[in-house]
Antibody
């Protein structure tokens, strides 16, 4: 059974950095692209970033490009999202999700999310 | 980026009702469209992929169709556990944008 567990969320001041982790189990992590999706309080789903299985191709929403970095550790089965220069509008629950193949494939498996709050 | 416009933003329905949600893409996306269900405080659940293919274990009261720019999602015979928010998502090109959601209440 696929299991994804996000961690690293919390309260952070505007302009600061935070790194989220997503620990994966129950599947061959190195074979699948992975994605981060966020959801601001009371709002809809917002695709943030994706990375291919090998980790050499990354994709970002315009709203986070240049501030967020996605990476993965295929030996440790962990996905990361490094967030710099955080803004109030980055406040959201961040979900990691497993793509059913490449970065444009369906998101069938999701973690439960970790809350990031950006506030002074 | 491809914009996905979902309607209505919310709807009121009763158990047993037939509910239909539409999703309009800003450009043609073939059948590269998925539908998700999200209950409060939970992660989204993929219900339908490739515009009309029911995921394993999803009850047949859920159905969907469409291609190009216009898509529909239907629940025939709404059940108590179906009260949730539903989202479409295009998979034609990155970023994989979502519709704004439809709350079924």
């Amino acid at each position: 059974e696929v299991h994804l567990l996000e961690s690293g969320g919390g309260l952070v001041q505007p302009g600061k950095s935070l790194r989220l982790s997503c620990s994966a189990s129950g599947f061959t992590f190195r074979s699948y692209a992975m994605t981060w999706v966020r959801q601001a309080p009371g709002k809809g789903l917002d695709w943030v970033s994706a990375i291919n299985a090998d980790g050499d191709k990354t994709y970002f929403a315009d709203s986070v490009k240049g501030r967020f970095t996605i990476s993965r550790d295929n030996l440790g089965d962990t996905l990361y999202l490094h967030m710099d220069n955080l803004r109030a509008e980055d406040t959201a629950v961040y979900f990691c999700a497993k793509n059913a193949g490449g970065a444009s494939r369906p998101l069938r498996d999701w973690g439960q999310g970790t809350l990031v709050s950006v506030s002074s | 980026d491809i914009q996905m416009t979902q309607s209505p933003p919310s709807l009121s329905a009763s158990v047993g009702d037939k509910v239909t949600i539409t999703c309009q893409a800003s450009q043609a996306i073939g059948n590269f469209l998925n539908w998700f269900q999200q209950k409060s405080g939970k992660a989204p659940k993929l219900l339908i992929s490739d515009a009309s293919t029911l995921e394993t274990g999803v009850p047949p009261r859920f159905s969907a169709g469409g291609s190009g720019t216009h898509f529909t999602f239907t629940i025939t015979g709404l059940q108590p556990e179906d009260f949730a928010t539903y989202y479409c998502q295009q998979l034609f090109t990155l970023p994989l944008t979502f519709g704004g959601g439809t709350r079924v209440e």
